[in-house]
C-alpha cells in the first residue's frame, strides 16, 4: 500500500467532499486541509454538490456512492463530460465495490473504501491532484499552440482563453463566443473548430446582420424552387452545407426574431425545414456563435429570446479587449509593422523611441483591428524608413476614443513628399482623409463611407486606386 510519503505533494486545489454523513464529511475534511494548498468545501448530497459546481472550480471531488436525492454514480454521470470537469473519487462501502466499478466506468477516477486508511486516502488524493495538474498544463500549452495559429498574444488573459478553447473545442458543445468589435472572435472559433472532433468536416460562416429576413432564411435553412420571387431552383441552406461540421453564426445578436425561432428548432431537435418545404431535414452540426451584444441584457428587454439565449450559452469564452491585456500590443505591433512593410515595399522600418510604449497607452476602442488599421496607415505613410509617431491617433481629452492627428496640411498623413506637384499632394491628402475615415471606424467601410459623403462604390474604387483594397472587409475580425 502506497504510503502518503510516497506521494509527490499535490498541487494546490480546491476539493469537494459530498456524503450524507456529517461524520464522515468532518473527518474528510479534517484529513485533507492536512494537505498544502488545499482546500476543502462540503455537500451533504448530489443536488447540492451541482449547485457548488456551477458557482465555483474544484480540481477534486469525493463522492459517497449512496446518498438520497442524488446518488454518487448519476453525480459522476452528470459532471464528467463538461469542459474543465473537476477528477472524481467515489467512496463505497464494503461489498459494493460493484458500484464503484460502475462509477469508474461512468468516469470516476479512482475509489477507496469505507472505512478508509489516511494513508491510502491521501495518496489517491495526491494523485489526483497531480493528473489535474498534468491535465491542465496539457490543455495550456496545447490550447496556445491552437490559438497561435490564429492569433497573437502573449497576455496572461489570452493564455487563459487559450486553454479554455482548447477544452470547449473538444467537447461537441454549442460555444458563444463575446467580446467588443475587433478583438478575433472568428479567430477563436477557428481555433474551436482545429480542436473539434468535427475539424475534418466543413467549416462554414454566416454573418446574421448581412442580409434581410426573407434572405437570411434561405441562406441559412434553404428552399425549394419557387419558395419566394427569384428561387428559381433548389438551395441546400448552410445548415445542410455543414452537416458534420461546424458553423459560426457570427453576429447572432442581430438574428430577426422569427429566425431565432427557427435557429432554437435546430439546436433542440437537430432538424431545420427549408423554405416551401413540409418536412424538416435532420442535421447533425456543431453551432458557434459570436456576438459583441449584450445577449443577457436583450433577453431581459424581449428583443432576443431568452430560451435561445441559454441554449447559445452552453459554454461561453469571451474575449478580452486590448485594454485588458496591454501586453500583446507590442507583439501584435511587430506583426502588422513586418506585414505591412512587406506589402507597401519599404524595407526595414525604423521604430523610433517610446513606439510600443504609446501604442500600449492608447485605449484603442476598436481593439485589434484599429491597432491593425493604424499601423497600416502609419506603414503607408513612412518615409525613409521611418516612422511618425505623430501619425498615432491621440486620446480624446474628453475620454471618448482617440482622434486622429491632424497635420497642418490636413488630413493624417495629408502631406506629401517635399517637391511634389499639385496632383501629388491632392492624392495624398485624399488618401489621408481615406486611411483616418477607416481608422475612426474600425475598419467598417459602409461607415467609413458615410463619414467621407460618398458612396460604398466609390470607396471602394479609391482604396484600389491607392492600394488600400486588402485591408479587412467589413464586418471581419482582423487578425490579432
Known sequence: MARAGDAEAPQPGNVLVVDDDAGVR?????TLRSLPGVTVDVAEDGEVALQKLATKPYELVIT?????????????????GQPGAPRIIVVTAHGSERFAVEAMKAGAYDYFRKPFDVDELLAVVSRALEAVRLRDENERLAGELNLSRSLVFASEPMRRLAQLVQRAGSRDVTVLITGESGTGKERVAEALVRASPRAAGPYLRFNCAALTEELAEAELFGHSKGAFTGAHRVRQGLFREADGGTLLLDEVGELAPPLQAKLLRVLQEGEVRPVGEDRPVKVDVRILAATHR??????AEGTFREDLYYRLNVVQLRVPPLRERPEDI?????MFLDRFSDRFHTGPLKVPPGFFEKLRALPWPGNVRELENTLESLVALSSEGELDLGLLPAPDPEGGAPTAVVS??????????EGAGLK???????RGLILDALRIAGGN???ASRRLGIGRATLHDK???????????EGGEGRG
Open 330 to 334: 507590442p507583439v501584435l505591433a511587430r
Open 408 to 417: 497642418p496640411a490636413g488630413a493624417a498623413g495629408g502631406e506629401a513628399p
Open 463 to 473: 482604396l484600389r486606386k491607392y492600394g488600400l483594397d486588402g485591408g479587412p472587409e
Open 445 to 447: 467601410r459602409s461607415e
Open 294 to 299: 449584450d445577449l443577457r441584457r436583450r433577453a
Open 26 to 30: 468532518f473527518t474528510l475534511r479534517e
Open 64 to 80: 459517497d456512492l449512496r446518498m438520497p436525492r442524488l446518488d454518487g454514480l448519476e453525480l459522476v454521470k452528470r459532471v464528467q
Open 424 to 430: 501629388e499632394r491632392v492624392e495624398a491628402y485624399e
